[in-house]
């Protein structure tokens, strides 16, 4: 069995392969058929009938030949319908033989039919509503029957004006009244069915968002302007009872055939453009192969399928959850007038394609994406995902030392208002003791009592210091440059301040920058031989540098390094840097540099 | 003399003021936060506010806007701030927009009668007070060698009373010197710090506070 089945496909595909020359050279003879007899259609009259009943007929045939290598019975539907349009040529009076004319005389009307089920049923091949099953077959049954077989059973040539014209082999008797009025009876269904499927066209061209619309805008606008005119043939005959070829008749002809061209050109068009993506993809996994750097993708799949905003998003995990190759989180399906497209493998969806609405219709291209994207794709997505917990550990740390700020800030006014205030208030009682009459009388209890101020004064001094360390209020209530200005007349060394931002910073920040150097000089002054130290903080765009620069002598220690472990953690937090610059046996600069929003 | 006292905490408002009462000044009013003193002023029209800075209902400095309001819209009403801070920046603030009769104590002095009561009538005759502590850290505040370094002791004794808004004849008394004395003294300390010997006496005060904050 096994070879016999390569032998019988090699047969299928030759067969195959022949219909396509055979239905050309149909459509050729049936010109040289209607070229013998010119007076019975339109086609034979004159060159440029002959060339136009040609074109419109090979341009179908012609569309359904490339639509044929991607979907079977679509392409065949569509070189039938092409087929059909030279039918009407094969009743010609002059065809001479027999079984041809009775042919022509069965199939002539059977064009409009076949076209439009090609078109409804294009590009799958198949009609998918049973309102479209319902309207070709009242449209077969109108024109093969009502208008072919029926008629042919009662049509005498020669008794009914047709003395030259071969016998109709399918004769039963001779009816003419029964001949014309089911003739009559077929161009009235013709009208119903005709102006019903032009109508389905016309509302599915403008159902809007549907898949593959675009790709078969072409074939229905042809397919509904065809009809159309194919109806206005009807409607013209109705009086007449029969199809004719008068010269009102010849102009809608040739509109049909113009229609018919139309749907070729309209697949051809389709396929330039299948063509062009289909370049793009090459170029694409070229460029893939060349260059797999950070954000790349994005770059390469937006500069390949035209898209300038194109993005790329990868899931993380949860679902929910968005990242670009960067590791931020975003949100392509919230953004408007942009439609987003799954790359999905073996049903798991590996990233988003946030792209202009159109751009990813057919799904063989977003196919042809996730094949060449496959090694990019994942690289990226492993890439933003390690970026995305990165990120994530650095929001967690600015959030540790926001909470921390918070908490000094807290504690530094609960000792403000809460121990500090009953001090003063147990100060203010002593002394009310003391100007007591009985405690004014005893010079050992004023003395006690007196002695008892002098040290709560010191306490409350003492509280107040350590209140400021934790948080001073001027950083909280008047930024850096009044905190770092209170620091100066703290502090046990010269300060000097070369340039403070006057406009508020972020909070972090300020706080970040007001332990730097609150500890930084607060360490350089216990050094021997301290000199003065020089503050420089300043703003270059959304950064901030801070400097801490000391001109005496002295070495970085262990100590200091141990002191610029816990700041470090804490400029790095916001996404900063801390490094120390020295200079030996001189200068010593400790420079803090980080984001400060823009 | 007729003051009116503004704390948040009842203790040490009404401390002060039996405190005040016990040596002599008429307490016209208590106040519990600004509005409430605010109100309190326009009725009694006192010589001296005395407000604490922190207030009801941030805990800022609402005592310190407060003071401004008061000398803007009452100036025949002198203010006297009691602060927790030892920073010189809210005093400066309050000093510089209106440097009469304004005073900045440390919260402390409440209990030391006599420092509250001299701060009270200095006011009262338009002077203005800088709490003590402050100005002699601002002073003994460590820089790199300058102009303060040429000070003979006597002067840098005269130097912080000035800081601490005490007129010449104030000067003359505490130091137990003459008048023409303390004006040469003060005449030389202005000239070896660079400031013009301005015979404006809140001039001077805010020259000096600008010069030793520098």
Redesign the interface.
């Known amino acids: 069995m096994g070879p016999a089945v390569p032998g019988f496909s090699r047969l299928a595909r030759t067969v195959a392969v022949a219909i396509w020359p055979a239905a050309l050279g149909f459509g050729l003879l049936s010109l040289l058929i209607a070229r013998s007899h010119p007076g019975a259609t339109f086609g034979g009259t004159s060159l440029m009938a002959g060339l136009a009943e040609l074109g419109a007929g090979w341009a179908v045939i012609g569309a359904g030949f490339y639509v044929w290598r991607r979907r079977k019975r679509a392409g065949l539907l569509l070189a039938a319908a092409g087929m059909a349009w030279f039918f009407p040529e094969w009743d010609n009076p002059g065809i001479g033989a027999a079984a041809a004319f009775t042919f022509g005389l069965v199939t002539y009307a059977l064009a409009p039919a076949m076209v439009a089920h090609a078109v409804l049923a294009y590009p799958s091949g198949r009609l998918s509503s049973p309102l479209d099953r319902l309207a070709v077959t009242v449209a077969y049954a109108d024109a093969a029957l009502v208008l072919g077989l029926l008629p042919a059973l009662f049509f005498s040539p020669p008794e009914q004006g047709c003395s030259l014209c071969p016998p109709n082999l399918l004769l039963a008797d001779s009816q003419p009244g029964l001949f014309e009025s089911l003739n009559r009876w077929g161009i009235r269904l013709g009208l119903v069915w005709m102006i019903a499927i032009a109508a389905l066209c016309v509302w599915r061209l403008a159902r809007p968002g549907a898949p593959l619309r675009r790709a078969a805008a072409p074939v229905l606008a042809g397919g509904a302007a065809y009809l159309l005119l194919a109806w206005s043939d009807f409607a013209h005959s109705l009086p007449r009872g029969l199809l004719g070829t008068d010269q009102f008749e010849y102009r809608l002809w040739l509109a049909q055939a113009a229609a018919l061209g139309a749907i070729g050109l309209g697949v051809a068009w389709s396929w330039l453009l299948a063509r062009q993506a289909r370049s793009a993809m090459a170029a694409l996994v070229v460029e893939l192969g060349q260059s797999p750097a950070a954000g790349g993708l994005r770059e390469v799949l937006a500069r390949s399928l035209g898209d300038p905003d194109l993005e790329v998003a990868y899931p993380l995990g949860d679902p929910e959850r968005l990242v670009d190759a960067t590791g931020t989180a975003v949100e392509p399906a919230t953004r408007e007038g942009r439609a987003v497209t799954p790359l999905t493998r073996q049903g798991e969806t590996v990233a988003l394609l946030s792209h202009r609405p159109g751009l990813l219709e057919d799904p063989a291209i977003v196919d042809e994406v996730i094949a060449a994207t496959r090694l990019a794709v994942d690289n990226e997505r492993l890439q933003a995902e390690v970026l995305a917990q990165l990120q994530e550990l650095r929001a967690s740390r600015a959030r540790i030392v926001t909470t921390g700020d918070a908490e000094r800030r807290r504690l530094e006014?609960d000792l403000?208002?809460g121990a500090?205030?009953r001090?003063?208030?147990l100060?203010?009682?002593?002394?009310?003791a003391r100007?007591q009459p009985g405690a004014r009388a005893d010079p050992n209890l004023t003395a006690v009592l007196d002695q008892a101020?002098e040290r709560l004064?010191a306490a409350?001094g003492e509280l107040?210091e350590l209140a400021?360390g934790i948080y001073p209020?001027?950083l909280a209530?008047?930024g850096l440059a009044?905190a770092v200005?209170?620091l100066?007349?703290h502090?046990?060394?010269?300060l000097?301040i070369i340039q403070m931002p006057q406009q508020r910073l972020p909070d972090p920040v300020e706080a970040a920058a007001y332990f730097l150097i609150a500890e930084t000089t607060g360490y350089l002054a216990t050094l021997p031989a301290a000199g003065?130290v020089t503050i420089d903080v300043r703003r270059h765009g959304n950064r901030l540098a801070v400097d801490v620069t000391q001109n005496g002598a002295g070495n970085p220690d262990r100590e200091l390094e141990a002191r610029l472990t816990g700041l470090a953690d804490r400029v790095g937090a916001l996404g900063g840097q801390l490094q120390v610059e020295h200079v030996a046996g001189g200068r010593t600069t400790i420079r803090a540099e980080m984001p400060c929003g823009s | 003399m007729r003051v009116v006292i503004a704390d948040d905490a009842m203790l040490i408002r009404e401390g002060t003021a039996r405190l005040l009462e016990d040596a002599g000044v008429e307490v016209a009013g208590k106040a519990g936060d600004a509005q409430k003193l605010l109100q309190i002023v326009a009725q009694e029209h006192p010589d001296v506010a005395i407000i604490d800075i922190k207030m009801p209902p941030t805990h800022t400095d609402e005592g310190l806007a407060a003071a401004e309001h008061i000398r803007s819209f009452h100036p025949e009403v002198g203010v006297l701030v009691l602060s927790q801070y030892l920073e010189s920046r809210y005093a400066t603030r309050l000093l510089q927009h209106h440097p009469e009769a304004v005073g900045y104590l440390l919260k402390e002095r409440v209990s030391d009668i006599g420092a509250l009561k001299d701060a009270i009538w200095r006011i009262s005759e338009g002077e203005c007070v800088l709490d003590p502590t402050i100005v002699a850290r601002l002073i003994k505040r460590p820089r790199q060698r300058g102009p303060l370094d040429e000070l003979t002791d006597r002067e840098r004794e005269v130097l912080a009373l000035i800081a601490e808004g005490r007129s010449n004849h104030g000067i003359a008394e505490i130091l137990v010197l003459s008048p023409k004395t303390v004006e040469a003294h003060v005449g030389r300390i202005m000239a070896k710090l660079g400031l013009d010997d301005t015979p404006d006496y809140h001039r001077r005060v805010l020259a000096v506070l600008a010069f030793l904050r520098s």
């Open positions: 006014r403000h208002d500090q205030q001090l003063v208030g100060s203010l009682a002593l002394r009310l100007v101020d004064r409350i107040r400021h209020a001027a209530d008047d009044a200005e209170a100066a007349e502090a046990s060394i010269p000097t003065g």
